[in-house]
């Protein structure tokens, strides 16, 4: 069975799903906007999908909660659904490593988070019916950061954010909008661990990424 660090997931080839095919509703409280209470509180003890039933815990995402970077993996692993932080795996040491090669750290001016805020058993896919029911985290953590720019990590989060099947291959490499803010794809940390070549692929993502917030910030 396919699971989310596969390979052949990152490049596109396996099931393929769209959000618009799943039909639960963008909000979760009506027009209310949550405040950041609100929103770890519900996170914490959501029960929208099946996965409250496997998962330890809700993990919402974390770090600068008025950063200009907003990074979006796919779903809490192993280590996260202990912890309850994202990215505190072997793949989130890599991201850190990602985000210090342009000048970034965790915490400062970046919020890390996920499309998925519960761990699929066994590191599964996201379902679509998971990705739909979680969507209200994530559009309630973009309006409460209002970041400048979104690095979307791997093609769940880039496929589930731009609402299309496109492989990553043909994702990657140009500005996107999600809510009107550029989003810059990029491989997964999971991913470049088990494929390194790809590296060199990342770091034009990430240099994409950086050029492109630098031309939206007065004076860098
Ligand atoms: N992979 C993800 O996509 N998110 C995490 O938080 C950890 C691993």
């Not at 519960?118 to 409460?144: H, I, K, M, T």
């Not at 093609?155 to 140009?174: E, K, V, W």
């Not at 803010?181 to 491989?187: D, E, K």
Request: glycine share 8%.
């Amino acid at each position: 069975m396919l699971n989310r660090d596969d390979v052949f997931d990152e490049l596109g080839i396996g099931p393929v799903w769209r959000l618009r095919d799943a039909t639960v509703p963008d909000t979760v409280q009506g027009d209310t906007a949550y405040t950041w209470d609100q929103l770890i509180d519900a996170v914490a003890r959501c029960t929208r999908c099946k996965l409250s039933a496997t998962r330890t815990r809700g993990v919402p995402g974390v770090g600068d909660r008025n950063a200009d970077w907003l990074v979006v993996g796919e779903a809490p692993g192993a280590d996260e659904d202990r912890l309850g932080e994202p990215f505190v795996g072997q793949a989130g040491k890599l991201l850190d490593a990602m985000l210090a090669s342009i000048g970034l750290r965790r915490g400062e001016n970046v919020y890390i988070t996920n499309v998925l805020k519960s761990r699929p058993p066994g590191n599964r896919n996201p379902e679509a019916d998971e990705v739909a029911a979680c969507r209200p985290y994530l559009l309630a953590e973009l309006q409460l950061v209002q970041p400048k720019l979104i690095l979307a990590l791997g093609r769940f989060a880039a496929q589930s954010l731009l609402d299309t099947d496109l492989a990553i291959a043909r994702l990657r490499g140009q500005v996107h909008r999600f809510r009107n803010v550029p989003l810059v794809v990029t491989y997964h940390p999971a991913y470049l661990l088990r494929n390194l070549p790809d590296k060199a692929r990342a770091w034009e993502d990430l240099c994409l990424a950086r050029r492109t917030y630098l031309s939206l910030i007065p004076d860098p």
